[in-house]
């Protein structure tokens, strides 16, 4: 008779006990992970072992009851990364509340992995261990500062300070009551799941079972801006392809956008429509192209000199351009390109989060579905968004001003703190390590 599961909360202290506190049990905790995930990824290509229980037990030959934990969490945190923000607070909070206390930090105090991990501690997935985590931080745009013993986490200057330059702007077109609108891009499936480019882009990369619902059911993909005044330019598109996007932003979003607006769009590979100014090493077509896009007349009998000393002679001194931005100037508008550290912090997230609410209740054909949607929330909705956006925007601002503030002196202070020697002594070298 087949092994039976034991209750979660008792196989949870065996499981902690066996495979989190010891370094080689992590590597069997995160095997069993693997295993588990492959199990259910080929549950949607064989039907020779159903259950994913099963598969495993069979592959590996172990207890039912040593992978129960591992399953429970497998599922209930499936494709979900570890939230950046919720990191970010907690770093800032070991910084300002060095920064206020009279008394000398401790090692307990110090913002270093380990004590970073420890107080999210049941805010991330029970499967991510110290060294995961260090990874994830490394991905997330955090680096490691030496102290005199050991590391402490800090953010990337780069990172910093692109957000920084972004939220000032955002903040000051905000005060001048400019309107802003978040470009947004969507994919539904047949099953009325909703996804993010993002999301989808991962999945489609990552997760077997997911590109099989993904490949095999009808695709709506979507593109669309949020304002506080609701949904601009909805369109369903083929393929997110930077000509693809550049068309819609030209010829469907720029028309219907109220004098000097702010478009806000993300710093998607596709959304890169920067051509640079070619060269004597460019190829003539592209040679072509900037003395086009720059209304500069030139005749097809030319050499590849001759039009490269048209590009010396009558096009801008710029080394790039951006024809969606160009275009937004033009007419008066402002382009801004959303730092990935605050991907989410947009009126558009919070609307997605309605339709991945409600698509699979709202009853009409699949390819009007976010139309539906749209045109049921109110403007009270949108207003609400925005104001919580705006919000968020000022108090970030204001934590990375305090945190320019106060980071000089609490890092002096963190130089006096003895750590361990061993302490985040497997610091990453890059985001792959």
């Given at each position: 008779?087949?092994s039976q599961p034991c ?247 720029l028309p219907v956008l109220p ?175």
């Open positions: 008779m087949a209750s979660s909360k008792a196989l949870s202290s065996v499981i902690n006990q066996e495979f989190l506190n010891r370094s080689t049990n992590i590597e069997s905790a995160r095997f069993l992970k693997r295993i588990l995930q492959k199990s259910e990824e080929e549950g949607k290509l064989s039907k020779t072992i159903p259950s994913d229980l099963d598969r495993t037990h069979f592959y590996t030959g172990l207890d039912r009851r040593m992978f129960f934990t591992q399953y429970t969490d497998l599922k209930a945190t499936e494709i979900k990364d570890i939230e950046r923000s919720m990191i970010h607070e907690r770093l800032i909070a070991f910084y300002i509340n060095a920064n206020a206390s009279s008394l000398p930090p401790r090692p307990d105090t110090t913002p270093t992995t380990k004590n970073l991990f420890s107080a999210l501690y049941g805010k991330i997935p029970h499967y991510v261990d110290i060294r995961m985590f260090r990874k994830c931080l490394a991905k997330l745009g955090y680096v490691w500062l030496r102290i005199f013993k050991g590391y402490i986490v800090m953010e990337r200057p780069s990172v910093t300070f692109e957000r920084y330059y972004y939220l000032k702007d955002i903040v000051r077109y905000r005060e001048e009551n400019r309107d802003i609108f978040y470009v947004a891009e969507t994919v539904l499936t047949g099953l009325f799941n909703y996804y993010s480019f993002k999301e989808y882009n991962e999945l489609m990369k990552t997760a077997v079972n997911a590109r099989i619902e993904i490949i095999q059911k009808g695709l709506i993909k979507n593109i669309y801006a949020v304002s506080k005044s609701g949904v601009y330019a909805l369109k369903t598109i083929d393929h997110f392809t930077t000509s693809n996007f550049a068309n819609w932003v030209i010829n469907e979003l004098e000097k607006s702010v478009v806000v769009i993300q710093k998607y590979e596709h959304h890169d429509d920067v051509i640079k100014k070619p060269t004597l090493f460019s190829i003539k077509s592209d040679i072509i192209a900037w003395l086009e896009l720059n209304d500069v007349p030139y005749s097809e009998e030319m050499s590849k000199c001759e039009l490269v000393d048209l590009v010396d002679a009558y096009t801008s001194e710029s080394d790039e351009i951006s024809k969606i931005e160009n275009s937004l100037k033009l007419k008066g508008h402002e382009l801004l390109r959303l730092p990935a550290c605050i991907e989410e912090m947009t009126t558009s997230k919070h609307f997605f989060e309605l339709i991945k609410l409600n698509a699979s209740k709202v009853n009409v054909n699949h390819d009007q579905v976010l139309k539906m949607i749209t045109e049921s929330v109110s403007l009270q909705t949108f207003e609400k968004f925005d104001r919580h956006v705006a919000d968020a925007e000022k108090d970030t601002l204001h934590a990375d001003i305090k945190m320019d503030q106060v980071f000089d002196n609490v890092v002096a202070a963190f130089q006096k703190v003895r750590l361990k020697d061993a302490e985040d002594s497997e610091v990453p070298l890059s985001d792959s390590d």
